[in-house]
Antibody, heavy 115, light 108 residues
């Protein structure tokens, strides 16, 4: 079964850092680009960042550029999102997503930024 | 950056109705346009890829059309499980992606 499982979410104070992880299984991880997409409470989907299969191309939404860093370890079938200088508006459910077709989504991990 | 504008933002319909949702891109994206369905508390689900291709396992009452800047998702004969929020997504500049703001389909 193709599966993505996110972890690492939680409650964090403004200005602090947090790293999200995503473990992929059931597919050839290094065949695909991977993405992080978030959804603020009661709001729509917002693409956060994407990385090609070999990490050769990385893109970020303007809202996180300079604060978030996406990376992957194909040997571990894992995707990461290092989030620095967190703000209240980063509070959201963060999804790990397979491929630019976005045909497989994890269940998400919740990040709450609050003092 | 490429922007996507969906219309309407919300829509009321009844079981058995035919509905259409449109998505307009701020520049041409050829057919790099996908549609997703999200029900409350669940992750989004891919319905249509490359503007008009039905994802495996998706009922044939869903269809997509369009190319360039204007795209449409059509659902014929609405079923109770179709009441959800629908999003378009463009991946013309992979891995940079954009979503539309969403269309909430509600039961009349």
């Amino acid at each position: 079964e193709v599966q993505l499982v996110e972890s690492g979410g939680g409650l964090v104070q403004p200005g602090r850092s947090l790293t999200l992880s995503c473990a992929g299984s059931g597919f050839i991880f290094d065949d695909y680009a991977m993405h992080w997409v978030r959804q603020r409470p009661g709001k729509g989907l917002e693409w956060v960042s994407g990385i090609t299969w070999n990490s050769g191309t990385i893109e970020y939404a303007d809202s996180v550029k300079g604060r978030f860093t996406i990376s992957r370890d194909n040997a571990k079938n894992s995707l990461y999102l290092q989030m620095n200088s967190l703000r209240g508006e980063d509070t959201a459910l963060y999804f790990c997503v397979k491929d630019t077709l976005m045909d497989v989504w994890g269940h998400g991990t919740t990040v709450t930024v609050s003092s | 950056d490429i922007q996507l504008t969906q219309s309407p933002s919300s829509l009321s319909a009844s079981v058995g109705d035919r509905v259409s949702i449109t998505c307009r891109a701020s520049q041409t994206i050829n057919n790099f346009l996908n549609w997703y369905q999200q029900t409350p508390g669940k992750a989004p689900k891919l319905l249509i890829y490359a503007a008009s291709n039905l994802q495996s396992g998706v009922p044939s009452r869903f269809s997509g059309s369009g190319s360039g800047t204007d795209f449409t998702l059509t659902i014929t004969s609405l079923q109770p499980e179709d009441f959800a929020t629908y999003y378009c997504q463009q991946n013309y500049n992979n891995p940079q992606v954009t979503f539309g703001q969403g269309t909430r389909l509600e039961m009349k």
